[in-house]
């Protein structure tokens, strides 16, 4: 199988190598690799703008192929109003063989009228609990795009506790507040141990599809407080071991049929 896409690729070809299947990943690509697809039999693409340079060789090569709908993809194709580009993932999805969403909410906002629900779950072989030796900041907060995931709000919270210390991932931006510090980026396999030196995990968004960050946190003991509800425990479907055997299940039929 050959998985296309980024983080969330590298995170189900991970949990797939635990069960034995075999799942190489590349980056979306600018020209198709067609020795690859050609050495495969199921395209895997994780967001849906992964699989759509590649579509025409797959249908060319017989390739199956799967999409995965994580998020922003979802609601991008949604919105739309840019006739070739919407053309192009339209494409994509009309003859993509099977398609994944990772919650029900992004199935009505595609409003495909086929698929199924997979989430991505989390892996609790590499998120659990472990006791962090030093002085734990007070919050983690996840912010990657300021109008989707509030920013506003957390600056706001932080004004009004400036004696709390607050991490925000996935931005570069300043804040010019001496309690907030900025990450840009941690690489995945890193997450456990920011997770370990924060006491707790804020989320506020506006949107949200199925993600996997509050039950990773959750796993590696923190309190999870989700758009101001705290969550204290981990859906069975956003278990590893319950969700990878039903997706290996429906790869599985894909590739005999």
């Not at 993809?73 to 990772?102: H, M, N, P, Q």
């Not at 909410?105 to 962090?132: A, H, Q, S, W």
């Not at 804020?202 to 590696?220: N, Q, W």
């Amino acid at each position: 199988m050959l998985l296309v896409g980024a983080g969330n690729a590298q995170v189900l070809a991970r949990q797939l190598g635990y069960y034995g299947v075999d799942a190489r990943v590349i980056p979306p690509p600018r020209f198709p690799n067609l020795r690859l697809m050609m050495v495969h039999d199921v395209i895997y693409g994780v967001h849906l703008m992964s699989l759509t340079r590649l579509m025409p060789f797959i249908r060319l090569f017989n390739r199956r192929s799967v999409v995965h709908i994580v998020g922003s993809d979802a609601f991008t194709y949604a919105r739309s109003k840019g006739k070739v580009r919407r053309a192009f993932w339209t494409e994509t999805v009309r003859k993509c063989d099977e398609i994944l969403y990772v919650s029900e909410e992004l199935r009505r906002i595609m409003g495909v009228g086929r698929g199924r629900v997979i989430p991505i779950p989390v892996d609790t072989r590499m998120f659990r609990k472990r006791r962090y030796h030093g002085r734990k900041r007070d919050i983690l907060y996840y912010c990657p795009r300021p109008d989707i995931y509030r920013l506003d709000w957390i600056l706001n919270y932080a004004r009004r506790h400036p004696n709390e210390t607050i991490t925000i991932l996935g931005g570069s931006y300043r804040v010019g507040l001496p309690n907030v510090t900025v990450i840009p980026h941690v690489p995945y396999h890193e997450m456990p141990k920011l997770y370990w030196r924060h006491r707790r995990l804020i989320r506020m968004t506006t949107h949200d599809g199925c993600p996997k960050m509050p039950y990773e946190a959750l796993l590696c003991g923190l309190e999870v407080i989700w758009n101001s509800r705290r969550i204290t425990e981990v859906p069975d479907e956003m278990l590893m071991e319950n969700t990878i055997p039903k997706l290996i299940s429906i790869l599985e039929e894909l590739a005999a049929d």
